[in-house]
């Protein structure tokens, strides 16, 4: 009895085992970045895993250095912004590629579906070009564009919208609501636990997006929290105590985000609707 017991706990043992490697391995950076926030810049080159008594002062340092309100502002605007937009047309798309049916549909869908196949690099230049043309290099309209029509999310959109109750829809129909109104008053109640995940999706993706601001903004006034702690990162010496306060304040959001709605982000994944 004792072995046949210790044979089912093993297998229990080991699964936790490799579990909890899993998450402090995971877990770890942030853990060595909260240490070193408190340490010399010399101290972290050196790989000093206590804490130090540096942290106030690399804070002021960096808010000495760092425009904190405008660099956040112009982060927060832009994920919020492009966070929202998006949503809004690539739950539109999603609902409409599921809901109306024609012979050209699956044809369109298709070709939404290779783009995700284009790598960013190789729209880099164009999309500059296009910018420029258009007057929006160096302003935050350049970043959101290129993002409101997401690919993945009108992709995640549909495929939830395929557990949406059809017979919600008819039943409106004969109510006399238009689509608009189905897709407002019942479509986006019963579909908010698939709002929410994408929601934390979206904005996570544009408030670390880093690529593309490096190439379109170019003034200290536009920059987002991204850039500014690349630049404070590729300085001729830099502080990194200074560094990682930045990279701390520049996580706190999309953890934030994320503990708020971990719940619904796990249903809307799980494809849950109510």
């Known amino acids: ?32 970045m ?3 926030s408190s340490n010399t810049s010399i101290d972290i080159i050196k790989g000093k895993v206590s804490f130090g008594s540096a942290f106030a002062t690399n804070v002021a340092n960096f808010f000495t250095q760092v425009n904190v309100p405008l660099v956040f502002w112009n982060s927060f605007k832009v994920a919020i912004l492009a966070t ?6 690539s739950s539109l798309a999603g609902y409409g590629f599921e809901m109306f049916k024609s012979k050209w549909r699956d044809r369109i869908y298709s070709v ?6 284009v790598p960013f690099a ?11 043309r258009l007057g929006l290099i160096n302003t935050h ?38 689509e608009w109104q189905i897709f407002l008053y019942i479509y986006m109640p019963v579909m908010r636990s698939t709002y929410a ?29 991204t850039l500014v702690v ?24 999309t953890l934030f985000v994320f503990f708020v709605m971990q719940r619904q982000f796990v249903q809307g994944m799980l494809g849950s609707v109510k």
Request: proline share 5%.
């Open 141 to 178: 309209v350049a970043i959101m564009l290129p993002t409101i029509a997401s690919a993945f999310i009108i992709f995640y959109f549909r495929q939830a919208t395929k557990a949406f109750p059809t017979e919600l829809r008819d039943a409106a129909k004969v109510d006399g609501l238009k």
């Open 34 to 36: 909260v240490i070193s």
């Open 112 to 117: 939404v579906l290779l783009t995700l196949m």
């Open 230 to 253: 690349s630049s404070l990162a590729s300085a001729y010496y830099p502080d990194f105590g200074v560094v990682m306060i930045g990279t701390i304040l520049a996580t706190l959001p």
């Open 197 to 225: 995940a994408a929601l934390v999706i979206v904005f996570m993706t544009n408030w670390n997006n880093y690529l593309w601001p490096l190439i379109v903004l170019q003034s200290n006034e536009t920059k987002t929290i």
């Open 122 to 132: 190789a729209l880099m230049i164009p999309l500059f070009i296009l910018m420029g």
């Open 84 to 89: 929202i937009l998006t949503i809004v047309v």
């Open 1 to 32: 009895m004792i072995s046949a017991r210790a044979n089912r706990l093993l297998p229990t043992a080991a699964q936790y085992v490799v579990l909890g490697i899993a998450a402090f391995l995971s877990i770890f950076p942030f853990i060595w």
